[in-house]
């Protein structure tokens, strides 16, 4: 009797388990597995290197590669010679990229935005031409983009010199284009009927711009003006290339420089200086972003359109 | 600033293309005070760009639009005195509902009382008082068209311009918010210019009716004109079922009557032009046509024999397919009385078309019988072109052109 029960229960056993295996690879109902571990892989991948070098600045010896026991202010401010805080070379390289990023951000969103108000409602010939034109600097090498403008600012533009003021001119050229596209994608996915709404109510064009055009498109703004700041603080071919010198160094020049002679872990200090930064602007972004629309949101929404912030449409 | 007190909307000869498409083809229309008047016709008919064109979103390639009697042709949207309601109600996400409606107000030189008083008023008016403080997201679908709707109408304009309002809702709200929509037009006293595909809409709603198709106003007249006498066979065939059938003109019969030629038999046509000769199109409703046993006694008129295809039970009346021996199908409907005779299918009956109801159409570019406006020779002439390239139209509606 029970003989027979255990033999039809085998192979219902084995069918049950090779079902479970077979589930655990593609079960449509359940968990991605195997997305899940691609991405875990990719994210561990990625940021290993970045911790790593972090974890050095916290070295309490003069090597960047081995390990000699934790200080964590020696190399920020510690260090009477060679900490960031005290090396006047350190000091100026970390000043001189905020001072670039800050500017970019603050020149190229403004103008970015306009331009991609005017490139988004321009119907009619050249406006095809016009938006083509606007991904050039994000298709060009960066290096070619680099000694184009040395070139020019050289030869054409005789009045710019290689300085502070010619670097902004540079990377405000180069990171314009990321407004325009981000801003842009937003403007074509909310369509004109809000704008025509507004004309519609007896708003001024000028009303409109303000009162709902620049509200519905602050996401994208705030989304643009952090990339802006992103790619802006860590260039270096461009910085490099209309640098004047010493004293326009950034600190990925520094950094640079520093690993073909002797560095130490004051160059990982500086370098995880600008990865704090960065997370400082990515909340700050945040926080002004749930300040400025705090009265917007359905409840739960905030988070998700913030997620949408960088959604960048090609259309 | 959006004040209006006169509230007539006359459009004349307007035109616009995009490209090589003439998406609206010298449309006049002229539209009094306090009417509710509907463009009524397929996508693409031109309809929504008209709307566009009084708005001032779109500019017409030539025509002029005059709203109060005023000129419309150098005004910018924000200074016409017409709002829209639109389509998918374009709402500001950003607002909540009470400043969605007072948007229109702020703009212009309104105290704040008085912005406060008539948004609430206008918000009380589609019953919506309570949720001045909500976010457009946070409403159902049918209290976003309202609140679009009281948008609009807190400015008080000459006309309110309304572009498938009731398109995007599900068809028991549709036909509440029909009725409500209504009863608010005749509240407000407002010109209502509104826009749909949807027959019944513009059927119950309308004081008139345009109806569009290919750019052209086929037919204007009150909804039970339209239904009742349509001239055309686009109107006859997109304004409820139709029995379309292809004739030949010989006529009058002497007593005002046409008498046409369809599958070789001569039928009489009372209702349409009597004079009319040459290839046309002859249509009678479903619900007109009678049907008998083969062998009654019958001394009527147009009779035909035919057989029946399909019977098909539909509750409140029977939908029969017959196939006439004119070499056509046409669509009966038989009230269901509980005591008709009924017809199975195959059976041969006996088919009457009474002349009463039978009407001669009007082919599509042929001038309207009651002399139409010889002015516009481009008009007229494209169109004859026009029907000589679709072969379909007999010599006289080409001499009409010429």
Redesign the interface.
Known sequence: MSAVAEETRKPDTAARLLHRVRALVSNPHGRPRALMTITWIYMVWTILPVLIAILFSFNDGRSISVWQGFDATRWYWGDPVNSVWQDPGLQSALWQSLKLAGLDMLIATPLGVLLALGLARWRGYGSRPANFLMLFPLITPEIVMGVSLYLVFQYVYVFVEPSTTAQVLGQVTFSISYVVIVVRGRLLSIGR??E?????????PA?CLR??LL??MLPAILASTMIVFAISIDNFVIAQWLSCGAGCDTVPIKVYTATRSAPLPSINAVAAIMVYLTLAAVVLAYVVYRFL?R????KG?GQSEFAQMGSIDFN | ??QGTDGTIQLTNLVKRFGDHTAVDHITMDIPSGEFFSMLGPSGCGKTTTLRMI???EQPDSGTILLNGRNMEHE????RPV??V?Q?Y?????L?VFDNVA??LR??KLSKQEINRRTSEALDLVMLGEFGDR?P??LSGGQQQRVALA??LV?KPAGLLLDEPLGALDAKLRRQLQIELKALQEQVGITFIYVTHDQDEALTMSDRIAVMNEGQVEQMGTPSEIYEAPETAFVADFLGASNLMDATGHGDDGRGRCRVEVGGHELIAALGNSSATGGRKVTIRPERVKLEKPDAPSDAENRVSGRVQRSIYIGSAFQLIVELELGCTIEVEIQNTGDQKRFAVGEEVRAVLPPEALRVLRNRNEPREAAAPAADDTTSTAAADRGVASGGTPPRARQAGA
């Open positions: 009927q809000y025509e709404a507004a004309a519609d109510l007896g708003a001024t009303q009162l709902v509200p519905l629309t009265g917007e949101r359905a929404q | 600033m959006n708005a001032g979103f910018p949207p924000h200074k709002n829209t639109f998918n374009a709402l500001f996400p950003h909540n948007f229109g703009r212009g976010r997201s946070e948008r609009a400015l």
